[in-house]
C-alpha cells in the first residue's frame, strides 16, 4: 500500500539566489552569492544545494537570479546537475515576497507541494522529515528552524552571582528561521505582487496556526554565509567534520 505521507513529499524547489551579497565582498564582485566556494569543499554554495535536494528525492528545481545572473546561468549550463534547473530573473524589483511568487509560477507541478532555500545557507538534513512534519501538522507553510551559535564566550553562574563556568561560543537559546522550506500547493497564491512575506503572509498563517517550525534536527551542520567571515568560519567547521 502506498503511503500518503510519502507521496506528498515534493519532487520540486526554488532557490533564491538574487541577493546583492554586499558584505561578501570582494567574493561577489564577480560572482553572485550562491556562486561563492567555501574553501576546501569543492563546490560553489549552489552546487551543494542541489546536489543536497536531488538526494532528498528533487527532479525539478526552479533560480530565481538578480545580481551578476548570467555567470549563475553560464555555470548552470555548464556544470553536470543532478536536477532538471529553470532560472528566471526578475524584470523589475518585487521584494522577498513577490520574487518567491514570481519563481514558483515556474514549478513544473503547481498543484504539488515544493521546497525553498535562501541560496546562501550551506546546510544538510532531511527533508523528507520535514515534509512529513508539515503533513502531520496540515501546514501550509513551514520552516526550518535553527540555533546558530552566537560569536562570543558565554558564563554560566549559580543563585548566587558565582561564575561557575565558561562555554565557548554557545548554541543561542532562541530558534530562528533558518531560510529552508515546505510550502503546500495553496501557499504561492497567498503571497503578495510585490513586498515581503515575511511581513504578510508568514503572520497571517500564524494567527491560523497554519505556519509550523521543522527544528534542524541536533548534529546537522547549518549555517548562512553572510560575511567572508563566515567563509572561514565554515571552511574550520567543515574540516573538523570531514565534509
Not at 500500500?1 to 539566489?17: E, F, G, K, Y
Not at 523589475?92 to 513577490?98: A, T, V
Not at 554560566?156 to 562555554?167: E, K, R, Y
Request: glycine share 10%; aromatic share 8%.
Amino acid at each position: 500500500m502506498t503511503d500518503p505521507i510519502a507521496v506528498s513529499r515534493p519532487v520540486q524547489a526554488v532557490i533564491l539566489a538574487g541577493g546583492q551579497g554586499s558584505r561578501l565582498r570582494p567574493y561577489t564582485d564577480d560572482r553572485p552569492k550562491p556562486m561563492v566556494e567555501i574553501p576546501g569543499t569543492g563546490t560553489p554554495i549552489i552546487g551543494h544545494q542541489l546536489a543536497w535536494l536531488a538526494e532528498e528525492g528533487v527532479t525539478d528545481v526552479v533560480v530565481s537570479c538578480g545580481h551578476l545572473a548570467e555567470v549563475l546561468e553560464e555555470w548552470l549550463d555548464s556544470a553536470d546537475l543532478p536536477v532538471e534547473v529553470t532560472t528566471v530573473v526578475e524584470t523589475e524589483p518585487l521584494g522577498r515576497g513577490g520574487g518567491l511568487k514570481y519563481a514558483a509560477a515556474h514549478l513544473p507541478h503547481p498543484d504539488r507541494p515544493w521546497y525553498a532555500t535562501n541560496g546562501d545557507i550551506w546546510t544538510r538534513f532531511s527533508l523528507r522529515d520535514m515534509a512529513d512534519f508539515h503533513t502531520e501538522r496540515d501546514a501550509v507553510a513551514t520552516l526550518a528552524l535553527a540555533r546558530p551559535r552566537i560569536p562570543w564566550g558565554a558564563v554560566q553562574t549559580d543563585g548566587f552571582g558565582h561564575i561557575t563556568d565558561f562555554i565557548e561560543a554557545p548554541p543561542t537559546t532562541y530558534e530562528i528561521n533558518a531560510g529552508v522550506y515546505v510550502f503546500s500547493p495553496e501557499f504561492a497564491g497567498l503571497l503578495p505582487e510585490r513586498g515581503d512575506h515575511e511581513r504578510t503572509t508568514f503572520p497571517h498563517l500564524a494567527r491560523e496556526l497554519r505556519l509550523a517550525g521543522f527544528p534542524i534536527p541536533q548534529g546537522a551542520y547549518w549555517r548562512a554565509i553572510d560575511t567572508a567571515k563566515d567563509l572561514r568560519e565554515a571552511a574550520k567547521e567543515l574540516s573538523a567534520l570531514g565534509r
